[in-house]
């Protein structure tokens, strides 16, 4: 198959995933919508690595996969957090952030 | 051959994706997401990508996913409804969406890379196998393999910061020390090895002084009740 239509299957993953975490108020669902959008990004990094013949957009996606475990130990750490003190499970209702 | 898996895992990615999004309990979304994870992963089989496929398959759909799954059970069902203007919200949203996946379309087809028509570079043996990466990540990207796992080593230290246990609820430092509490008291001889081998025989206990309940909390408060629930330290006092 052409490299064009692994692009364009990535570009259409990280619409779904942005799409996800503008429209979803849980935040589990949130991060799962992140998941999917670095995933996308994977997936273009794998195939301009297989485009050129180069290995080295490999390792990028393998670090950009360390990141996003780290991503997701930090957020289901908030989550848990935010569980524990009784707070709402919803971005709309935890809003004090807000400038 | 190839485009057939290609069209079959690509559908199966987009399909788990749109799960994820859609579906209104975030447990099945996680789920959603696993078959997202393994279809992702047959592409990186086709693009020739095995070591990542597979670290695809085991840190992801292993490892992260479960960390979802006990989460989402620990959480609950967070299934909220859409709050006032939420419609509009997710009108808007659509909208940015679709607007997004036309620029990525026209930046991925005018970008003038005429091996994007392509079916890519010519195989060579060993691409994308685990010594190729291997090697790659320990001689020329040792610093960024280092600094992996330095922010591994971080974001575990600060998940369990997060996630561990504040001011509000009772923790063990607030319960005043109690022996009885945690060590059962016995007879001198009593467990050892003399006393296995019928050597020594160990003297009858004295009868014990009933133990005074030394919980600071009342053992009626449902907070008290639920917080040693939680933690699973929970000594009922009859306990010998």
């Known amino acids: 198959m052409d490299i064009g239509w692994y692009l364009v299957v990535s570009a259409l993953i990280f619409c779904i995933g942005a799409g996800g975490v503008l429209t979803r108020r849980n935040p589990l669902v949130i991060l799962l919508c992140l998941e999917l959008m670095l995933n996308a990004a994977n997936l273009a990094l794998i195939a301009f690595s297989r485009m050129h013949g180069n290995a080295d957009g490999q390792i990028f996606a393998l670090i950009v996969m360390v990141v996003a475990a780290c991503e997701v130990a930090v957020g289901l750490g908030l989550i848990v957090a935010i569980f524990r003190r009784k707070l709402p499970i919803d971005v709309d209702e935890l809003k004090e952030l807000q400038g | ?240």
């Open chain 2, 1 to 240: 051959m190839s485009a057939v898996i290609f069209f079959i895992a690509a559908i199966g990615a987009l399909t788990g994706a749109i799960g994820v999004v859609a579906l209104r309990n975030p447990f099945y979304s996680v789920l959603s997401l696993v078959g997202h994870l393994l279809a992702l992963s047959a592409l990186f089989l086709l693009l020739r990508a095995e070591f990542l496929a597979a670290a695809q398959v085991i840190v992801y759909a292993g490892a992260v996913t479960v960390l979802y799954v006990f989460v989402v059970s620990y959480v609950g069902d967070g299934t909220v409804p859409l709050g006032p203007g939420g419609l509009r919200l997710r009108n808007v949203s659509m909208l940015f969406v679709g607007m997004l996946f036309v620029e990525l379309a026209i930046a991925i087809l005018g970008s003038g890379l005429s091996a994007i028509d392509g079916k890519g570079a010519p195989y060579v043996p060993g691409f994308g196998s685990p010594e190729s990466i291997g090697e790659a990540l320990l001689t020329k990207f040792l610093l960024p393999f280092e600094l992996a796992s330095l922010l591994l080593l971080v974001a575990a230290v600060g998940a369990v910061m997060l996630a561990r246990r504040r001011a509000g609820g009772t923790t063990l430092e607030d319960i005043a020390y109690d022996e009885s509490r945690y060590i059962t008291p016995r007879s001198l001889f009593s467990g050892t090895m003399a006393e296995a081998v019928g050597a020594l025989h160990a003297p009858p206990e004295a009868p014990r002084a009933p133990r005074k309940a030394a919980d600071p909390v009342p053992a009626s408060s449902p907070r008290a009740a639920d917080d040693d629930a939680s933690r699973g330290t929970h000594n009922p006092k009859d306990e010998d």
